[in-house]
């Protein structure tokens, strides 16, 4: 409950700040507009002195207006003896003509032309709003006499509608640096006046300005977008949006998802749990493997398919001679997207198995229970959050995924492709667009809530403070084996997919000439620039997307503070929007004031450490499920604060999630194709996006080339992780048999 004196002086902080703000945003807008005002007269003046004295010349000289002041429109009027006043005689834009005729008899005009007779340039004290180059501006308007040469009369008057658009845009931009700060100041004042645990505060309020500004901001830009239309407000565009044939191609993600999730979550696991649960040998081997589909573009999966197994594949039609059967489609799809996104149940799940402690197992094999009546009820159970987590993000990476979709959906219409190609294809609706990818929130946000409801009623807790450091084998000798063929079916496969894009580096042209040439290899110098920049921003951004999600689990899992739910809804929201959308969102969003960032590399990493995030938060949230809150109680009640609690307690006891984040957000960042496609400079280039455009353009050696350079650079970045991150041993165990 506030105590009246923290109230009071919360209240008084603020009005004195408020009052300050509002004052320094009235001084500095008035100055500006005086600067503003006073540089258009002293340019007006300049600019009548370079009046032509013949009137044919008039016309093309009023239309050097605009290059002196940015869209200003001019009207000159010459001075009729015979009547002994000033008539229109040309103008730059219709509108500064119908102007004046509308307003010649008002006082302002009568005074101003009244000054311009007596040789003096004058502003009118009125704004008038104009249409000038086609738009609606607002405009000051100036009225300057042309001088004779004799200096003592005017031979004509020059009319000039200046925009304030420069004074207007400054404005809004000081409003906004104001409205912020009061919003900051009331922030942090409320955090240090009220919170009984301002670090807690502090953070909680550096997460909802992160989400705020880099999820909330581009999404509300996208949603104000989808409701335009030829710059009015219109539902024209959700009309059709929800239109029969969309809703097809909706339906037709969800089987694609569904399909995609349960195969992924299903292999994904059968290899996580001979990894971490059973004696087999080669896990090392096989754990690279697994995690090969994730270190290459998501569509050089598609492109060695489709060389293999399309209509003219090697295999399929070469070898096999398989003219009826066709890898295009829900089938060759679903395929494609399981190799690609199996990866990530796969680490998922590993880190739950991981952190599994075995006493209770033990307990259960002590008290005659069978291996698998010990898996079916109390393994498995405890793995739950994690296989859950692993198919809601392999759920929502398909869904999101246009690349393979492009090049394998054949007749399947999903709706990730249908919103790329409305926006950038022949349509070009970035709006359409918009509307069509909110339509894909609609299945993510339910399969969170379910998914989230499912944990929230069971307790899955099993690290308590004293953790076993042995596994105990789960598997007999058949079972094994068996989950050995499997795993080594799959990768044998996957290995034959990556070894074709080896193969590819090696020959002239796949499918039609395939003589040997190290020609290809060319294309490491060209790209040299590209592969420099993709992985210095990679590394920057796979540290600060680690530390950002376990911090943020924490909060959720262990603090209550108001808006949870939102801010984990906020931070998974980004995992379920095509790329597409949040690259262009991103460009719309800040590509102005107050927050220029594009054509930096600082949009890039931004854009990783966002898109990512949900990966690490989804790690972070189970692993802590399975942590007994009582360790950090302990410390806290020892005088650890929250930063050191997290630092020393929570880090380490979520170190396989945190170092899975990292990884993942690693290999997206080297790997991205879809958002960073719109955020890329001639700077900042990727190497994606390097290799996209080789296979768009049917170079498929060089793209190949490119290809084998990445994984191996991502293969070598994990090496050198391996070394320089020491392993304490903390959750490391051994698999003991009985």
């Known amino acids: 409950m506030f105590r009246k004196k923290q109230l009071i002086h919360f209240i008084l902080a603020a009005v004195i700040f408020i009052t300050a703000d509002i004052w320094i945003y009235h001084t500095l807008t008035s100055s500006f507009d005086k600067y503003v005002q006073q540089r258009d007269f002293n340019e007006i003046?300049?600019?009548?002195?370079?009046?032509?004295?013949?009137?044919?010349?008039i016309p093309s000289w009023l239309?050097?207006?605009?290059?002196?002041?940015?869209?200003?429109?001019?009207?000159?009027l010459s001075y009729d003896f015979d009547s002994g006043s000033f008539v229109p005689f040309a103008s730059s834009d219709d509108n500064i003509t119908l102007l004046y005729e509308q307003q010649r008899d008002s006082e302002e005009f009568k005074k101003a032309m009244e000054s311009a007779y007596y040789l003096e340039t004058e502003q009118i004290s009125r704004q008038y709003t104009l249409t000038l180059n086609g738009q609606k501006v607002r405009t000051g308007v100036f009225v300057a006499p042309i001088i004779a040469e004799n200096g003592y009369e005017a031979t004509g008057t020059l009319i000039i509608a200046v925009p304030e658009s420069t004074s207007s845009s400054y404005g809004r931009l000081i409003g906004t640096f104001a409205l912020?700060?009061?919003i900051a100041f009331m922030l942090i004042a409320w955090v240090v006046s009220f919170s009984r645990d301002p670090v807690t505060g502090f953070m909680v309020l550096a997460l909802f300005i992160i989400v705020g500004i880099f999820v909330a901001f581009p999404l509300i830009e996208?949603?104000?977008?989808?409701?335009?239309t030829d710059g009015e407000f219109s539902f024209?565009?959700?009309?059709?949006?929800?239109?029969p044939s969309y809703i097809v191609a909706l339906w037709g993600s969800l089987r694609l998802g569904v399909s995609t999730a349960t195969a992924s979550t299903i292999i994904g696991f059968l290899i996580a749990f001979l990894v971490e649960r059973t004696s087999f040998k080669q896990k090392r081997t096989v754990s690279t493997l697994a995690t090969m589909p994730v270190i290459s573009p998501p569509f050089s999966l598609s492109l060695s398919i489709i060389l293999l197994f399309g209509n003219n594949g090697l295999i399929s039609k070469q070898l096999l001679n398989m003219g009826n059967t066709s890898i295009y489609g829900l089938g060759g799809l679903t395929l494609v997207q399981t190799i690609s996104m199996f990866p990530i149940a796969f680490l998922t799940i590993s880190g739950v198995l991981r952190q599994i402690d075995s006493t209770v197992e033990d307990a259960s094999l002590d008290l005659n229970a069978s291996r698998w009546q010990t898996f079916k009820s109390i393994t498995f159970p405890l793995t739950v959050p994690g296989i859950l987590s692993a198919w809601m993000l392999v759920f929502t990476n398909s869904l999101a995924d246009f690349a393979n979709p492009l090049l394998l959906s054949g007749n399947l219409r999903v709706l990730s492709t249908e919103a790329y190609m409305m926006v950038t294809g022949r349509m070009n609706d970035l709006g359409g667009g918009a509307v069509l990818s909110f339509l894909l929130l609609l299945p993510t946000v339910s399969a969170f809530l379910v998914q989230r409801f499912w944990v929230s009623k069971k307790s899955f807790v099993t690290v308590t403070g004293k953790p076993s450091t042995t596994l105990t084998e789960l598997t007999t000798a058949p079972v094994r084996r068996i989950l050995t063929a499997v795993a080594w079916i799959i990768l044998g496969f996957i290995l034959m997919l990556y070894l074709t894009i080896i193969a590819g580096a090696f020959v002239k042209n796949w499918g039609i000439d395939y003589t040997f040439t190290l020609a290809n290899w060319k294309a490491i110098p060209d790209s040299w620039d590209s592969i420099v920049s993709t992985l210095l921003l990679a590394l920057i951004s796979a540290p600060v997307a680690g530390i950002i999600?376990?911090?943020?689990a924490m909060l959720i899992v262990r603090k209550k503070f108001p808006g949870k739910k939102f801010l984990e809804v906020l931070m998974m929201t980004p995992y379920a929007i095509p790329g597409t959308?949040?690259?262009?969102?991103?460009v719309i969003a800040f590509n102005k004031q107050p927050l220029i960032l594009v054509g930096t590399g600082a949009i890039i990493v931004i854009n990783y450490v966002i898109r990512e995030l949900p990966v690490g938060l989804e790690n972070g949230i189970t692993a802590l499920h399975q942590i007994d809150p009582s360790i950090?109680?302990?410390?806290?009640?020892?005088?650890?604060?929250v930063p050191t609690v997290f630092k020393t307690i929570v880090l380490p006891l979520v170190r396989p999630a945190f170092l899975s984040s990292m990884t993942y957000t690693f290999v997206r960042a080297m790997t991205a194709v879809s958002a960073i496609i719109f955020l890329i400079s001639a700077r900042w280039y990727h190497l994606t996006i390097k290799i996209l455009s080789y296979s768009e353009n049917l170079r498929f050696g060089l793209a190949s080339v490119l290809c084998t350079v990445l994984i191996a650079i991502v293969l070598g970045v994990f090496a050198l992780m391996n070394l320089l991150v020491k392993d304490d041993k903390l959750t490391r165990k051994t698999i003991s048999t009985r």
Do not use: H
């Open 45 to 57: 003046s300049l600019f009548v002195q370079t009046a032509p004295q013949k009137e044919e010349n």
């Open 549 to 552: 999600a376990m911090a943020a």
């Open 581 to 586: 959308l949040i690259g262009i969102a991103y």
């Open 632 to 641: 950090e109680e302990s410390a806290q009640d020892l005088g650890a604060d």
């Open 180 to 182: 912020l700060s009061a």
């Open 63 to 76: 239309n050097e207006v605009s290059s002196i002041i940015p869209g200003a429109a001019s009207l000159y």
């Open 222 to 228: 996208a949603l104000r977008l989808s409701f335009m």
């Open 236 to 243: 024209d565009k959700w009309a059709l949006a929800l239109s």
